[in-house]
């Protein structure tokens, strides 16, 4: 079993930038993708980012992609989402997930953490 615990999430102005932070443990030796997903009220959970074992290869999706940047230290048993010119609408609750590989969808996350709130007022 992994346990994820996300934090960093706080109230921040538009345009603002902020730092997520993704601690892992239990089966940490298992060479995990990750990701990272949000979701606001009354929508459906959304991808963000993911990044491989290695960090070497990452997907963003569009409408974060440039903004963000999702980076890992497998040392520190640690996945990051570095978040620069925040929006109002990237407002939500943003989890980190652990799987077997990389994907845009949720199927192949085995893991998940509790969220962490991100507000960006205007």
């Known amino acids: 079993q992994v346990q994820l615990v996300e934090s960093g999430g706080r109230l921040v102005q538009a345009g603002g930038s902020l730092r997520l932070s993704c601690a892992a443990s239990?089966?940490?030796?298992?060479?995990?993708?990750m990701g990272w997903f949000r979701q606001a009220p009354g929508k459906e959970r959304e991808f963000v980012a993911a990044?491989?074992?290695?960090?070497?290869?990452?997907y963003y999706s569009d409408s974060v992609k440039g903004r963000f940047t999702i980076s890992r230290d497998n040392a520190r048993n640690t996945v990051y989402l570095q978040m620069v010119s925040l929006k109002p609408e990237d407002t939500a609750v943003y989890y980190c997930?652990?799987?077997?590989?990389?994907?845009?969808?949720?199927?192949?996350?085995?893991?998940w953490g509790q969220g962490t709130q991100v507000t960006v007022s205007s």
């Open positions: 239990g089966r940490t030796f298992t060479p995990y993708a």
């Open positions: 997930a652990a799987g077997r590989t990389m994907s845009r969808g949720t199927a192949p996350y085995d893991y």
């Open positions: 990044s491989s074992w290695t960090g070497g290869t990452t």
